[in-house]
């Protein structure tokens, strides 16, 4: 299936080469290369490449490109998402995914690769295995490995490897036992001109946090199933106990991991907390510009927005802004030609405002379109879609342990045309 | 000098690895490493290195590993070094090291080691640790790529792997397949069905890979189920959810779907759920492929769901379903919202969207959907415009209503600032204009008009082409174009030019008098152009319309070749020819066939025998999944089947009438006898056996108390709240009819007499089989009970609901209902009349169902009216078993102590005599009939009584109120 697989850094600099069957030239790359120049933008790059003998199956995050190389039918999903799964391993395992860190780290993600893959299919996926199989770097481990010489790597193999949950370890153990849940919701909106919804969707993820010892068999219902339109688990989720009466069985992975995610769609009628006024207009002579936003809470469940931010995507022609804030900062990236509006937590008695003018590329005509905002904000402890999490039960063990919810709703890709 | 300098370094690590430390081998190591990710050679070290692949050092053994496998290849010779370490850690007692040591040892693409490797790969798939069968399924696939000799005993081993009962193999196994011998269909039968009930619980990269193969499997065993899928469209999704039987019964099609194809759908539905993208695509493009089309609406939501996720993944999804919405708009036109554009999507995912919107457009939707082509228009990303504009284009002429409204919309843009949006409305306003041009003469004066501002030679061209053709409808305007175009001739692009050349000649063969010298001007310019196309098409054309001595018969006909009524471009989807390809493959997101493609075969005529997939060892814990229906051949069993059923009932028939006589007569005393006679001749015979399995039965009761018991004692308490006030009014209101429950206990011996109802007959017509038998037990009479003079009367209240004997899973599609009928038996009163509702969800016909004795099969000599014997019956269960041609079922009934009870009428003098009689029940007086053994029994018996007493209290009308 996957033959190698190549790290290249936004700037071109292929920097990490691995291979599970025969080496393959490093110049298959310049495939990659030549579609990277034609698309300009990174986001633009065509997951999938065709090169003469071989297929280029690319994604792009966090600033690097991981190219792989397929010689044969494979599923292309198949090839995606697992070059995401190995992305975010490494974000697992060393904080962050980037360039420095995994050259930083290149003994260890070599290690990795081996064991993710073999023969070019997926051999230990789960986090919580090859977490076993190859320990994490922290400061303290690295300073006892070089003083006694002992190694990262685990000697026996995990026992989720056998289980029939191998996403679990084996043998935790926790002074503090305590799960906590983050339900985070994103609202996906659209707005038109005037402020209608065009289009309004809720995306939510459970995140959770469990630091249970043992073999915890947990329980999770909800006050509200019947909202979730459309949802996916985590492998350890008992599908069959959702269906036949809407709760969430399941033995937990050790330490983070993604529950379950969840959609409502766009028949239930999705709260939008917030509403803006803008006004901006190019002028046909002067190359120049107005722009004049005012940001203002809609239905926000008497909860205050947090980190409000508008972003905007300029026209190509905008030179410079020339604007000023009431509140929170603003700054005009000349090159990106985004501009972005900090505003911060949104007072309702004195509404942000951001008004001033804009100058344009002299002679160049006027621009077409008026660039939509795109909005970002927090609202803490509000799920927008009114789901609420009714208990969490722990069987198997005898502990009580420490439960949390916490709930946060934002912005997902919430726009606004113009 | 820098290569000197890498020497050095070289030398320095050489170094490192040859001292006696570990952590210097494992730092030096750590660089080589490095060096191997950067992609430098290090193959000079390889001597060096490979003298440490026995360390005991676990982390510096693995990056050993690292480096031989990488450079084995390269340094053949010294890699066989090593290959003795390997074959010692083979046979290490720790599995993790016996499987590293096979990854690492068939990963080295040495030839000459091949034999140690097939060797390797044997003992390990037959290695009790799965881990290290699973290791050696991955070599499978490296052996065969580095020698494809190996192939026939490489299947040998893929063919005992896919055995192997672990979730943990079973994908990498079917990969193996795959890759070595995806061909060999015939392995596969014997662990369809296993891998279809494991194939929830395998790792989700395995799912993919055997979903993937299945549905290649599916294609050649299974008969199309699309037929007649348009009748279901309407209440597909209520149809889906509802009981399978249920569906049966709607559905009088002689299609019936094979229960391994619905075993698959099945098993593969809830992996909808999977959060890995590529499972949910996988099963996605399964059900595509293999599901009635009336179920393909669960994949919907899964899809759209799968839109939030990256980039990459949106890519391919989007690509998926454009081609699925080509063929079917309804899956996703209620999800359209989820395909407008954001001006934050990449470029690639704009036009994919805008695709799948363009698809989904018709008449109730266009005009949202216009309105939202209207906002991308405005769009900054230029080719986005364009594509939005195409799509305008592609929706103006699927759907003729909005035609005029687009062509408006489009003619509008033609003043738009932006050259590309000018051009190509103008191209997409050419193509529309071709379909009905004779209404539209002023927008090609107005697209003449703009001609001079555009610059795009595709829309130039456009429009000169536009002039040819309809010069009818400007034929002021069109000679003045062609004078404009003559002048800048020799700057135009070479596709303008070509169209000019085709004005000047049409329009000299339709207005010669005004063009006859400009034409001749623009031939003379192409003549000498540089393009030797244009050269081409001058020289042809000026044969072609100036006639001259040398000019054959073409010239006469000039005027109809060029002017011949041309067919409108049909503007259709990108997507269109896509679904040859299996969705969710490369080869479908490239549109063209990649290496090692499998083309998805179309669905038999005739499916393949279906036997093929019966294992043979049914082990009797999994018999929930296990095969065993369906041994019947189908076609020819329909027909047979229901031959014979015919005949069976004239059987049942004569014995019905022999039956029924005597329950006409209304001497039950006789009867009665008679069973009495029977039975305690037969309970003679083996009474201490008796009293084991009486043991064993209620045992087996307790355990599981049945529903209806709780039912009954449930009920009768809450009446008896009822009765305390009633009791009052109802004492001087006796009736002369009351009733007298009686108990009837101990039943060892039932005969069952199965007849047919009309309804089996009726049912049997239509595809599916539900037949209802009535069941007669008989039992032991109590000498207590039953009196002579005493006459049964009829049930107040007869429960419609039945319960539940055999699950639909368990019996491979047989399912069996009984009820009790509270019906006199018409086999004397010692027996109780039981009505089983028999029916078949599965896709075949069922043979010879008949009750047998659960040991021995050689007894079942009837078919279906065959009297079966029943293994015991003690206070409430009764153990028989089913059989089908082939399979046997067991199960027991465990009724309700009410359900044993006779209803009675009686004079009220009679009933005082009964109950003066019958005080010693309700005294411990019972507990010393030995018949008694068990206390709980005894407990809940004379509660029983006791109810049932008072119950007779109660006037008729009232009881069946409150039952």
Known sequence: MIHSVFLISNAGDLFLEKHWKSVISRSICDYFFEAREKAVEPDNVPPVIRTPHHYLINIYREKIFFVSVIQTEVPPLFVIEFLHRVAETFQDYFGECSETTIKDNVVIVYELLEEMLDNGFPLATESNILKELIRPPTILRSMVNTITGSSNVGETLPTGQLSTIPWRRAGVKYTNNEAYFDVVEEIDAILDKSGTTVFAEIQG???????????????????????????????????????????????????????????????????????????ISFFETGSSGRLDITVGPKQTMGKTLECLVVTVHMPKVVLSANLSATQGTYNYDPVTKILVWDIGKLNPQKLPNLKGSLSLQSGAPKPEENPSLNIDLKIQQLAISGLKVNRLDVYGEKYKPFKGVKYVSKAGKFQVRT | MLNHCFLCRNEDLKEMLESNKESLKLEAMKRIVGLIAKGKNASELFPAVVKNVASKNIELKKLVYVYLVRYAEEQQDLALLSISTFQRALKDPNQLIRASALRVLSSIRVPIIVPIMMLAIKEAATDLSPYVRKTAAHAIQKLYSLDPDQKEHLIEVIEKLLKDKSTLVAGSVVMAFEEVCPDRIDLIHKNYRKLCNLLVDVEEWGQVVIIHMLTRYARTQFVSPWREDAVFDENSEKTFYDSEEERRVDQSKPYIMDPDHRLLLRNTKPLLQSRNTAVVMAVSQLYWHLSPKHELSVITKSLVRLLRSHREVQYIVLQNIATMSIQRKGMFEPFMKSFYVRSTDATHIKTLKLEILTNLANEANISTILRELQTYVKSQDKAFVAATIQAIGRCATNISEVTDTCLNGLVLLLSNRDETVVAESVVVIKKLLQTQPSQHSDIIKHMAKLFDNITVPMARASILWLMGEYCEHVPKIAPDVLRKMAKTFTSEEDIVKLQTVNLAAKLYLSNSKQTKLLTQYILNLGKYDQNYDIRDRTRFIRQLIVPNEKSGALSRYARRILMAPKPAPVLQSAFKDRDRFQLGTLSHTLNSQSNGYLELSDWPAVAPDQSVRIVEVVEPVKEAGAPLLGKSKPGKSAEKFYSDSEEEEEGSSSEDSSSSSSEESESESESEENSDDSNKSSSSESDSEKK????????????????????WSHSVQSHLFFLNKFLVVFKFNLRCIALLLIIITKLFSIHIVLSFSNQFVASCRCSLLRLCVFLACQFDAVSWHVRVSLQASFPVFVPETSHELLHRMTGKGLSAQYRFTRQPCIYGNSMVSLQLTLSNSSDQALENIHISEK??????????????????????????????????????IQPAVGELLVPITMTEADFTKEQG???????????????????????????????????????????SENF
């Open chain 1, 205 to 279: 993820v459970i995140d959770a946090c469990v630091k249970l010892s043992g073999m915890p068999d947990l329980t999770l219902s909800f006050m509200n199933p019947r909202l979730l339109d459309d949802v996916s688990f985590h492998p350890c989720v008992r599908y069959k106990r959702w269906e036949s009466e809407r709760v969430i069985s399941f033995i937990p992975p050790d330490g983070n991991f993604q529950l379950m995610s969840y959609h409502i769609s766009a028949q239930n009628l999705v709260a939008i907390p917030v509403y803006v006024k803008q006004n």
């Open chain 2, 692 to 711: 084991k399995k009486t043991l064993k039965n209620k045992k087996l009761q307790q355990q599981k108390p049945d529903s209806k018991d709780r039912y």
């Open chain 2, 855 to 892: 040991s021995s099969t050689g007894q079942n000599i009837h078919h279906f009216n065959a009297i079966g014997e029943l293994h015991t019956w003690t206070c409430g269960s009764v153990l028989f078993s089913f059989s089908t041609k082939e399979d046997e079922f067991s199960v027991s």
């Open chain 2, 917 to 959: 009689l019958s005080v010693w029940l309700t005294n411990d007086r019972l507990g010393t009939g030995n018949r008694f053994k068990n206390s709980h029994l005894l407990k809940y018996l004379k509660r029983l009584i006791c109810h049932a007493f008072l119950l007779c209290y109660w006037s008729m009308p009232f009881l």
